[in-house]
């Protein structure tokens, strides 16, 4: 069982940046890829970034590459995402996910435990 908790969202005018963080309760973080997703209202829940449980690999939304990017600190149990850029279609709430497994996913299906998710809101 993993919990995970998302902190960092918040207001930003566009051009700003944020830095987003998911707390994993456990000593078994190290064995999970994470995954940040995000939904906007009206919209599916969708992929943003992911990395491997090494860090060593990632992968990003086409929407949102070179502006975001995803590092996890094994020895904190947590898992980030940088978002520089921010544009009005970056507003949604953005949650992380745990996969048990060395490899990540793009596919929600496939992640077993979800955060609540944070705000973010970028205003034009």
């Known amino acids: 069982q993993v919990q995970l908790v998302e902190s960092g969202g918040g207001l930003v005018q566009a051009g700003g940046s944020l830095r987003l963080s998911c707390a994993a309760s456990?000593?078994?973080?190290?064995?999970?890829?994470m995954g940040w997703f995000r939904q906007a209202p009206g919209k599916a829940r969708e992929f943003v970034a992911a990395?491997?449980?090494?860090?060593?690999?990632?992968a990003y939304a086409n929407s949102v590459k070179g502006r975001f990017t995803i590092s996890r600190d094994n020895a904190r149990n947590t898992v980030y995402l940088q978002m520089n850029s921010l544009k009005p279609e970056d507003t949604a709430v953005y949650y992380c996910?745990?996969?048990?497994?060395?490899?990540?996913?793009?596919?929600?299906?496939?992640?077993?435990?979800w955060g609540q998710g944070t705000q973010v809101t970028v205003s034009s």
């Open positions: 456990g000593r078994t973080f190290s064995r999970y890829a």
């Open positions: 990395i491997s449980r090494s860090g060593g690999t990632t």
């Open positions: 996910a745990a996969r048990g497994s060395t490899y990540y996913s793009t596919a929600l299906y496939d992640y077993d435990y």
